[in-house]
């Protein structure tokens, strides 16, 4: 089993829809969560960090559940320009970032 | 955007011959990674810093060492390099080790 695991996707869905993402992790010690946005070719980009509380930024929320071991990533009203692979971000040490191989998603006009 | 740059952007080498790709950052962070990431895979970790010369391997290092002489560059070099060490290659800072990495704009190395 990976470590951390994300529907490869692909999300396509219209614009204005909401659409939600999971992210799964094995190791119940991990100490902190991160969703990032990956554009093709492009660099990774921190997206927001994910709290115990769950928080919100615009259009985004993430969730934590440490019970069930996932994260999620909401996105509301979708645009074009959200189109990007999401990757799921899982501090499991203290150098240990474990990123999964993220979920694509597609906005369609 | 953080101020992070890579050089080179992309490079084309033969196998055998020995390859340097240099990381500066203009934020000061203490803290600087090198990652590759290949189809199939998330990211993976091939070496760290926590500081001027204090360096560590991360869990695909063979292959590779590092160096970090000044805060703001983070040298990685493939001493002889292979064809499976074809890939993107992106340098990361933070600064601190719990706080979330920005990364550089990449490096697509290629070994023929």
């Known amino acids: 089993r990976k470590e951390v695991e994300q529907d490869p996707g692909p999300f396509n869905v219209p614009e204005g829809a909401t659409v939600a993402f999971n992210c799964t992790y094995s190791?119940?010690?991990?100490?902190?969560f991160f969703w990032y946005r990956q554009d093709c070719r492009k660099e990774p980009k921190l997206l927001m960090s994910?709290?115990?509380s769950g928080n919100e930024d615009g259009r985004f929320t993430a969730q934590l559940n440490r019970a069930s071991q996932y994260i999620s990533l909401l996105i509301r009203d979708s645009k074009l320009s959200d189109s990007a692979t999401y990757l799921c971000v899982v501090r499991a040490g203290t150098y240990k970032y474990i990123f999964g191989t993220g979920t694509r998603l597609k906005v369609l006009a | 955007d953080a101020g992070i740059t890579q050089s080179p952007r992309h490079k084309v080498t033969e196998t055998g011959t020995p390859v340097t790709l240099r990381c500066h950052q203009t934020e000061n962070h203490r803290y600087m990674y090198w990652y590759r990431q290949d189809p199939g895979h998330g990211l993976r970790l091939i070496h760290y810093?926590?500081?001027?010369?204090?360096?560590d391997k991360g869990e695909v290092s063979d292959g590779y060492s590092v160096s970090r002489s000044k805060t703001e560059d983070f040298l990685l070099t493939l001493e002889s390099a292979t064809s499976s060490q074809t890939s993107v290659y992106f340098c990361?800072?933070?600064?601190?080790?719990?706080?979330?990495?920005?990364f550089g704009d990449g490096t697509r190395l290629s070994i023929l």
């Open positions: 810093s926590y500081g001027v010369k204090d360096t």
């Open positions: 190791n119940s010690a991990s100490q902190s």
């Open positions: 994910v709290y115990s």
């Open positions: 990361a800072i933070s600064v601190d080790r719990d706080q979330p990495q920005h």
